[in-house]
């Protein structure tokens, strides 16, 4: 336990710990002998504290374990996500006498999900950007086979504008998009 890179804690029945290993105790700055003043509500964020009191220890206490993540509160104040398990340990009556918390530092992954979003909508935007552009190049092009009337193309940053001549419009385009001349 004292090897691990995950925070591993046991605290009675009402949060209050009985053990932290060296992992906790160098997240929440904290010696081997403070550790029996410490609640488990002053170590997570406020919005984790209600969690784990009206849903993670309920169930834990019914199913004998509860799996999600929640918010830590390191010793500077900073939100850390987590990976968090919760076991409840019964005596023999079946009453349970202890939790154990097993917490994994989640932030790189967290971060990583975060990167990754941002991607997906830049693609999306660029996807419709092309899908714009590939419509009015199909019209510049049926507008030189039509061998129509001149045709001015011009080219800004990030979009296109095509000049065409009125009755190519009429000619070759939907009345909804003879308005547009701009594809961005």
């Known amino acids: 336990l004292e090897a ?9 029945t009402y949060g209050v710990h009985c053990y932290l290993n060296q ?9 081997l002998e403070q550790v029996q003043r410490l ?20 169930t834990a206490r019914e199913k004998g374990i509860w799996s999600g993540e929640s918010m830590i509160r390191n010793c500077f104040g ?22 154990s918390s097993i917490m994994r530092d989640i932030s790189d992954r967290k971060a990583a999900e975060t990167n990754l979003k941002k991607q997906s909508k830049e693609l999306s935007q660029t996807l419709a950007q092309l899908k714009n552009i590939e419509l009015w190049l199909i019209c ?8 129509d009337k001149p045709i001015r193309l011009f080219f800004f940053p990030n979009q ?25």
């Open 23 to 31: 992992s906790g105790q160098r997240m929440f700055n904290t010696s």
């Open 140 to 147: 510049f092009h049926n507008a030189l086979i039509a061998g």
């Open 78 to 99: 900073k939100d850390i996500p987590v990976s968090h398990v919760i076991i409840s340990h019964k005596s023999e009556e079946g009453l349970t006498e202890r939790f």
């Open 39 to 58: 609640n488990l509500t002053d170590l997570v964020h406020p919005d984790t504290a209600n969690m784990l009191i009206s849903q993670a220890l309920p």
């Open 160 to 184: 296109i504008v095509i000049i065409l001549a009125y009755d190519f419009f009429n000619g070759v385009l939907p009345s909804n998009l003879s308005k547009g001349l701009i594809a961005a």
């Open 4 to 12: 691990t890179p995950d925070i591993v804690s046991i605290t009675d």
